[in-house]
Nanobody, 127 residues
């Protein structure tokens, strides 16, 4: 089992920045990838970014490239998401997720490729 706890959400004005953190505990050594997803009211859960837990390789959704940066600290078992140039459409609940699969078809960009989820943290961007 892997437990995930997100923090760092809040209210920010458009154009501002926010940093989210995800603390992982439990059998973190079994994790192969960590991802961030978001879900706005009435919408499906959307891929934001992911990082290979051991490789550090990153992959972003197109709309987040250049604005968001995912990183991890293996020693502290944390994954962070730095979000810059925020827009009102970035408003959503942001979720951290962990996968223990060695391979996925989409490269860990789909929610069903993750095995553990945090409770989510609200990010609200005002215009």
């Amino acid at each position: 089992q892997v437990q995930l706890v997100e923090s760092g959400g809040g209210l920010v004005q458009a154009g501002g920045s926010l940093s989210l953190s995800c603390a992982a505990s439990g059998r973190t050594s079994s994790s192969t990838a960590m991802g961030w997803f978001r879900q706005a009211p009435g919408k499906e859960r959307e891929f934001v970014a992911r990082i290979g837990w051991s490789t550090g390789s990153t992959y972003y959704a197109d709309s987040m490239k250049g604005r968001f940066t995912i990183s991890r600290d293996n020693a502290k078992n944390t994954v962070s998401l730095q979000m810059n140039s925020l827009k009102p459409e970035d408003t959503a609940v942001y979720y951290c997720a962990a996968s223990i699969r060695t391979y996925t078809l989409s490269g860990y960009s789909r929610p069903n490729e993750y095995d553990y989820w945090g409770q989510g943290t609200q990010v609200t961007v005002s215009s």
